[in-house]
């Protein structure tokens, strides 16, 4: 079982950056793949980026390769999440979500088992 919770979301005016983090609770935290998903208003759930038990591996979305970077350390049961260059289009609810599927980096939501409540993130333009 693991508890997520997101926090370092805010207003940021187009071009800035923003850093996510995702505190996990759980002994074995290391053993899960974590993943960044966002909704931005009436959109889909959309996977952003996901990041494996080590930390050596990661897999991004088109949509934000080159501008977000993933990491994690699991001494802290931690994730962050570092988005730069953010766009009025980056505008969403961004979740953590941990899969126990090792190996699998997947961009579909349902391998995901466990949830944070979500931050919001608004980039004006």
């Known amino acids: 079982q693991v508890h997520l919770v997101e926090s370092g979301g805010g207003l940021v005016q187009g071009g800035g950056s923003l850093r996510l983090s995702c505190a996990a609770s759980?002994?074995?935290?290391?053993?899960?793949?974590v993943g960044w998903f966002r909704r931005a208003p009436g959109k889909e759930r959309e996977f952003v980026t996901a990041?494996?038990?080590?930390?050596?591996?990661?897999h991004f979305a088109d949509s934000v390769k080159g501008r977000f970077t993933i990491s994690r350390d699991n001494a802290k049961n931690s994730v962050s999440l570092q988005m730069n260059s953010l766009g009025p289009e980056d505008t969403a609810v961004y979740f953590c979500?941990?899969?126990?599927?090792?190996?699998?980096?997947?961009?579909?939501?349902?391998?995901?088992?466990?949830w944070g409540q979500g931050t919001q993130v608004t980039v004006s333009s």
């Open positions: 979500a941990a899969s126990s599927i090792s190996g699998w980096l997947s961009a579909n939501d349902a391998t995901y088992a466990y």
């Open positions: 990041i494996s038990w080590n930390g050596v591996s990661t």
């Open positions: 759980g002994r074995t935290f290391d053993r899960y793949v």
